[in-house]
């Protein structure tokens, strides 16, 4: 069975600083995907890679997956405030199960 | 707004009771799938509805279960509540098995007293 496994688990940063949050999965998985959550609200899907070397950018995230190493990265450029939120990375192992598995999510806190 | 509506967003029971969580999803979506989220187990997928049928169990206790109807709004009714049962639930929908990704609902926060 698909496991995740995301660390950090919390992560203070300063505004200004460049941070990478890793996210390590069991078997393979057919894509990965990372979402943000705000404190009570909903999960906003921020990326889907699918394929090994997939490279995606959004402002100051940028997201890549790695099927090899079973190795998906978020990496956060120039922290600002409004980047404070929980990051979950999940895994999806295909087959006739078509769940996403979650890894426990990082706390990032940027400090100003 | 995601498009997939669930409610009630807020709800307090006793021990002992039954409730129901309700969940519309996006337009077009044909799978529904139910998540538990707390601050122990992190989120933790249920159970997941393909076009009224069910497709995939998760760690659903048995206390629980849900159904999707022919308009492809689902249930997922909880019985016996415990203390332990104290979370969000979120439903999340997606167009196809394929599933390039889901939407979520806002959740309902259960509170059990």
């Known amino acids: 069975e698909l496991k995740v496994e995301q660390n950090p688990l919390f992560l203070s940063m300063q505004e200004g600083k460049n941070y990478t949050i890793y996210c390590n999965y069991s078997t393979t998985s057919d894509r990965l995907y990372w979402y943000r959550q705000d404190p009570g609200k909903s999960l906003e899907s921020l990326f889907v890679?699918?394929?090994?070397?997939a490279v995606k950018q959004e402002g100051r995230l940028m997201a890549s997956l790695d099927t090899k190493a079973r190795l998906s990265t978020l990496h956060i450029t120039a922290a600002v405030h409004d980047l404070s939120a929980t990051y979950f990375c999940?895994?999806?192992?295909?087959?006739?199960?078509?769940?996403?598995?979650f890894g426990k999510g990082t706390l990032l806190t940027v400090n100003p | 707004d995601s498009g997939v509506t669930q409610t009630p967003k807020h709800l307090i029971t006793a021990t002992g009771q039954r409730v129901t969580l309700r969940c519309s999803p996006r337009s077009g979506d044909l799978s529904v799938y139910w998540y538990q989220q707390s601050l122990d187990q992190g989120l933790q997928f249920l159970i997941q509805y393909y076009n009224g049928e069910e497709r995939a169990k998760g760690n659903i206790l048995e206390r629980f279960s849900a159904q999707q109807f022919p308009d492809l709004h689902s249930e997922l009714n909880l019985s016996s509540l415990e203390l332990g049962d104290s979370a969000l639930y979120f439903c999340?929908?997606?167009?196809?098995?394929?599933?390039?990704?889901?939407?979520f609902g806002s959740g309902t926060r259960l509170t059990v007293v």
């Open positions: 999340a929908s997606s167009v196809t098995e394929k599933n390039y990704g889901y939407t």
């Open positions: 890679l699918l394929s090994n070397g």
């Open positions: 999940a895994g999806y192992s295909g087959g006739s199960n078509y769940k996403l598995t």
